[in-house]
T-cell receptor, first 113, second 112 residues
Framework: DSGVTQTPKHLITATGQRVTLRCSPR?????VYWYQQSLDQGLQFLIQ???????AKGNILERFSAQQFPDLHSELNLSSLELGDSALYFC????????????FGPGTRLTVT | LAKTTQPISMDSYEGQEVNITCSHN???????ITWYQQFPSQGPRFIIQ???TKVTNEVASLFIPADRKSSTLSLPRVSLSDTAVYYC?????????????FGTGTRLQVTL
């Protein structure tokens, strides 16, 4: 158990819909990262937050957005969902905002039908 | 971003030492090298991290030559439970916006 929690574990929704994925980092970690892992794309970095502020952006679509709240939990919002958005979404956290050692959550499996 | 190249797959027998090499020719001065292990449908797990020379922990060793253009993850006496995908990650630790590039990973299959 990494100490990072993600909800929900599974999510099934239809194309065009909007969903919110939630992540709680390890106690004491200030930085949160979001990743997408699909069969044909591997593990893709989406976005990073540190203590409530956006620190880095990766391959995140404009239809996707995220935020980190004062209690440090983070949410990833996915809108206008397409079939290709079906994937595992992982959240990770670390103590510092440099990307040296991250702890990953169990992931949310999103299925878009 | 420093791009990494790893073998797609490797096979080993239980009890053997396994060495997985990662190439990162354009690694930047401030980059660290980090290795993760991932089992199917689980989040990656941190294994080891280093900057130069050799780092060892209770799980693995990491060897980094002086030019830092490659690194080798060494797993001593692997068991069946070490069957997983191993990712080499080179991170930009410049202190500003940081991005992470996971490579394609190396799928290690351990058999009896």
């Amino acid at each position: 158990d990494s100490g990072v929690t993600q909800t929900p574990k599974h999510l099934i929704t239809a194309t065009g819909q909007r969903v919110t994925l939630r992540c709680s980092p390890r106690s004491g970690d200030l930085s949160v990262y979001w990743y997408q892992q699909s069969l044909d794309q591997g593990l893709q970095f989406l976005i990073q937050y540190y203590n409530g502020e956006e620190r880095a952006k990766g391959n995140i679509l404009e239809r996707f957005s995220a935020q980190q709240f004062p209690d440090l939990h983070s949410e990833l919002n996915l809108s206008s969902l397409e079939l290709g958005d079906s994937a595992l979404y992982f959240c990770a956290s670390s103590v510092r905002w440099e990307n040296y050692e991250q702890y990953f959550g169990p992931g949310t499996r999103l299925t878009v039908t | 971003l420093a791009k990494t190249t790893q073998p797609i797959s490797m096979d080993s027998y239980e009890g053997q030492e396994v060495n997985i090499t990662c190439s990162h020719n354009n690694i930047a001065t401030n980059d660290y090298i980090t290795w993760y292990q991932q089992f199917p449908s689980q989040g990656p797990r941190f294994i080891i991290q280093g900057y130069k020379t050799k780092v060892t922990n209770e799980v693995a060793s990491l060897f980094i030559p002086a030019d830092r253009k490659s690194s080798t993850l060494s797993l001593p006496r692997v068991s069946l439970s070490d069957t997983a995908v191993y990712y080499c990650l080179v991170g930009d630790g410049t202190g500003t916006a940081s991005k992470l590039t996971f490579g394609t990973g190396t799928r290690l299959q351990v058999t009896l």
